[in-house]
């Protein structure tokens, strides 16, 4: 079992020899009863904010004092101590208008979003768990503390929390409180985006992301209705053997969990539904959907704040999935020098995810990413010229040649085009007598 870490102990027991009571409480406990490493690690105490600023000094920031948080620097990063406390009313579906300090901790416990963050556990591991966490941590269950209905009226982020606990953790969800999470979904129109990217991105990397993705569609319409219309929308292709939100489902779990790689797979297909055409013999097609998908993520994308790297990384493999590479050398440097190697290797492991959620009759096209993996891989060892910081010959050259403004880019791709293309070899005086050649042309 994991323990707690010494540096958190010094904190329970400075609380502790100073007259109150202190745990560790939330996700830090429910991770260390499941085997898995926390994140971070919180601390429930009966102290009042003043009592723990003052027993700390120096160490303490009061980072949340009207909500009874104090947050204690340690040689292991932060750790957050917050006071017992009842909440009050949530009139903006986030935060509580006022709270009361407590000096039960079976009243804290009780205002929690689930039972299984509900467990609190001394410094000796003693676990006190009023909420019956430790039941639906063995049933692997989430479940609300209470009356789900309330609990997700409090802070309507919780229902997102909710799907990306039972994703991340691979949890099932239980019949009240799911019904609840379909029942007030709308509530997460109250959330900042930035807040639905995080949780998003999160629960996209999830063990269990199918089931979420299959069971809770109408959740996620709520902040990506684009994804409505290709739920459930038949294909009647001889390449697919789903619908297209289960060919999604399929890909999103089949790239590596990487949130933008997941992200590019979610949004893939979107503009399938109004590219759709049937020919004379019933076969359905696509045709031009990559181009609407990336006008359809980039809506999606600049409403959820994402940010530009990953808009950019996003977008580029959205409009290229459906992107022929030619499985030869020349084919892969050409790929080389549109995407660079980061980006040609996240297009290639969206290829990879696009073939296997397709029709099993395909899956032979596994053997040609194989392919242009290991092509990849040798030209980058052989240190193949694909970008023009590579090239051998640079501005400066070009301007002693007497090329001026524009002419010199133009020059510059014209040449690496040559040598990507295997025309020219990236030799630098094989390339100025090239140009030399090209500009004399031209006068």
């Given amino acids: 079992m994991q323990r707690i870490p010494e540096a958190v102990k010094c904190v329970l027991r400075r609380l502790m020899n100073a007259g109150h009571e202190a745990w560790c409480v939330g996700g830090c406990v429910r991770d260390l009863l499941l085997q898995r490493e926390p994140g971070d690690w919180d601390i429930t105490t009966s102290a009042l904010?003043?009592?723990?600023?003052s027993l700390f000094g120096e160490s303490a920031v009061p980072t949340g004092l009207q909500h009874g948080t104090v947050t204690i620097r340690?040689?292991?990063?932060?750790?957050?101590?917050?006071?017992?406390?009842?909440d009050g009313s949530y009139r903006d579906c986030r935060h509580p208008d006022s709270v009361r300090f407590t000096r039960s901790l079976s009243e804290d416990l009780a205002r929690r979003d689930f039972t299984v963050n509900a467990i609190a556990m001394d410094v000796s591991g003693r676990v006190n768990d009023p909420m019956n966490g430790l039941a639906d941590l063995?049933?692997?269950?989430?479940?609300?503390?209470?009356?789900?209905?309330?609990?997700?009226?409090e802070d309507s982020l919780r229902i997102l929390r909710g799907l990306r606990f039972a994703s991340v953790l691979g949890f099932s969800v239980e019949r009240e409180t799911s019904e609840s999470i379909h029942r007030n979904r709308e509530l997460l129109r109250m959330i900042a985006a930035e807040r639905i990217r995080v949780e998003l991105d999160k629960l996209l990397c999830g063990l269990g992301t199918e089931k979420i993705l299959r069971e809770y569609v109408?959740?996620?319409g709520v902040f990506i209705p684009e994804i409505l219309p290709v739920v459930g929308f038949p294909q009647h292709s001889r390449y697919h053997c789903y619908n297209v939100w289960e060919h999604t489902i399929h890909g999103v779990a089949a790239v590596p969990r990487d949130s933008r790689l997941r992200m590019a797979m979610l949004l893939h297909d979107l503009g399938k539904p109004s590219c759709y055409h049937v020919d004379d013999d019933g076969c359905g097609h696509f045709y031009g959907h990559p181009k609407v998908s990336r006008e359809l993520?980039?809506?999606?994308?600049?409403?959820?704040?994402?940010?530009?790297?990953?808009k950019r990384?996003?977008?580029?493999?959205?409009?290229?999935?459906?992107w022929p590479i030619q499985p030869t050398e020349k084919g892969v440097r050409r790929a080389l020098?549109?995407?660079?190697?980061?980006?040609?290797?996240?297009?290639?492991?969206?290829?990879?995810?696009d073939n296997l959620a397709q029709s099993p009759d395909y899956?032979?096209?596994?053997?040609?990413?194989?392919?242009?993996?290991?092509?990849?891989?040798?030209?980058?060892?052989?240190?193949?010229?694909?970008?023009?910081?590579?090239?051998?010959?640079n501005g400066a050259d070009l301007m002693a040649l007497g090329f001026r403004g524009k002419e010199i880019g133009v020059e510059l791709d014209r040449l690496l085009s040559a040598v990507v293309d295997g025309v020219l070899q990236n030799d630098r005086c094989a390339l100025l007598k090239s140009a030399e050649k090209k500009g004399n042309k031209q006068k």
């Fill in 49 to 53: 904010p003043e009592e723990t600023l």
């Fill in 74 to 86: 340690t040689d292991i990063g932060h750790v957050e101590v917050t006071t017992y406390r009842t």
């Fill in 138 to 153: 063995a049933d692997r269950c989430l479940r609300c503390v209470g009356e789900p209905d309330r609990r997700f009226g």
């Fill in 218 to 220: 109408d959740v996620l």
């Fill in 297 to 310: 993520a980039a809506s999606v994308l600049n409403r959820l704040k994402y940010d530009n790297e990953s």
């Fill in 313 to 322: 990384i996003i977008l580029t493999l959205v409009e290229r999935h459906d």
């Fill in 337 to 353: 020098r549109l995407l660079g190697e980061d980006d040609l290797r996240r297009l290639l492991a969206i290829k990879r995810a």
């Fill in 363 to 393: 899956l032979y096209r596994q053997k040609e990413i194989d392919l242009l993996e290991a092509l990849l891989n040798d030209l980058l060892k052989e240190d193949t010229c694909f970008s023009l910081k590579q090239l051998a010959v």
